[in-house]
């Protein structure tokens, strides 16, 4: 099967999981099955063939071998694993291309998908200080181009836990975060994203190791993220996945509402804004 030249890496991977699915039916092999051969999971092949995870190089190979595709998944792996995103980062940004629900928390930072340009060209240059700028416009452009996830009026259903320590760090300095603020609440008004609030009031919680993702899809397992610096392990374990999920719920719970969260994230832009218009002290 060959797309046509322009096809994004995330559409080619749906059609190579398209492919995947009916080689797989062909051997009469169920997803577990063949998730024993490949030693993973049947959830794993699961999200294979749904375009939402990567076929790597070895699994390639043994798929050929397994299914006797005549080396269709070797010859197509490389191309539909290209990507704009870091390494660490590149797969989960693909499968988020594809969610139909987005569950995050942002603890110190405000999540790439809510960040303006500034904001999030500060933070590329504060992770990456003696970096050439090129190398910094391409992150930022590919960070931007996720952001256009947000252009559909009704999906994804973004759903995030914004710490109260991201609303206080003043990334890039106080206009830069007056904006990203504003940017926030405009899509909270805009029904574009639930956010809210979890305050320093409410001390110690569930997600204090870091950062988390949870991703849901219509026709494949969920997926879970964790993050660190340069590091992103996407997990399919559905035991696993069903853990994070009852730590995002943890965090809701604990968290402002949306309504009162809109009225904080109004007021501690406000704060910035002031802020940068005071005159300089003599």
């Known amino acids: 099967m060959s797309g046509p030249k322009d096809l994004d890496p995330s559409s080619r991977r749906v059609m190579i999981g398209e492919e995947l699915r009916h080689a797989r039916?062909?051997?009469?092999?169920t997803q577990q099955a063949l998730g024993e051969l490949l030693f993973v999971s049947g959830s794993?092949?699961?999200?294979?063939?749904?375009?939402?995870?990567?076929?790597?190089?070895?699994?390639?190979?043994r798929l050929d071998e397994i299914l006797k595709s005549g080396g269709f998944f070797v010859r197509h792996c490389t191309k539909a694993n290209r990507s704009k995103h870091p390494e660490h980062f590149a797969e989960a940004a693909e499968a988020e291309a594809l969610a139909t629900t987005i569950m995050e928390y942002g603890g110190m930072l405000i999540p790439g998908l809510l960040q303006t340009p500034e904001y999030a060209r500060a933070v590329f240059r504060d992770f990456q200080p003696t970096a050439p700028d090129e190398v910094i416009d391409e992150l930022l452009a590919a960070r931007m181009e996720r952001a256009h996830l947000l252009d559909d009026p009704t999906k994804p259903l973004l759903w995030v836990v914004l710490d109260e320590a991201a609303l206080r760090r003043p990334v890039g300095g106080p206009a830069v975060m007056a904006d990203n603020l504003r940017h926030v609440a405009d899509m909270m008004r805009r029904h574009r994203a639930v956010v809210?609030?979890?305050?320093?009031?409410?001390?110690?919680?569930?997600?204090?190791?870091g950062l988390l993702k949870l991703m849901h899809f219509d026709d494949a397992p969920p997926l879970a993220l964790i993050e660190a610096p340069s590091v992103g392990l996407l997990l399919d374990d559905p035991a696993t996945v069903s853990r994070h999920q009852l730590t995002y719920d943890l965090l809701r719970a604990n968290a402002l509402t949306p309504k009162q969260?809109?009225?904080?994230?109004?007021?501690?832009?406000?704060?910035?804004a002031h802020e940068d218009h005071k005159p300089p002290r003599a």
């Open 261 to 272: 969260s809109l009225a904080l994230i109004t007021s501690v832009a406000e704060d910035y």
């Open 196 to 209: 809210q609030v979890l305050p320093f009031s409410a001390g110690g919680h569930a997600s204090l190791h």
């Open 44 to 61: 794993y092949v699961g999200q294979m063939e749904a375009g939402t995870r990567r076929i790597l190089p070895d699994m390639a190979v």
């Open 25 to 29: 039916e062909r051997a009469a092999l």
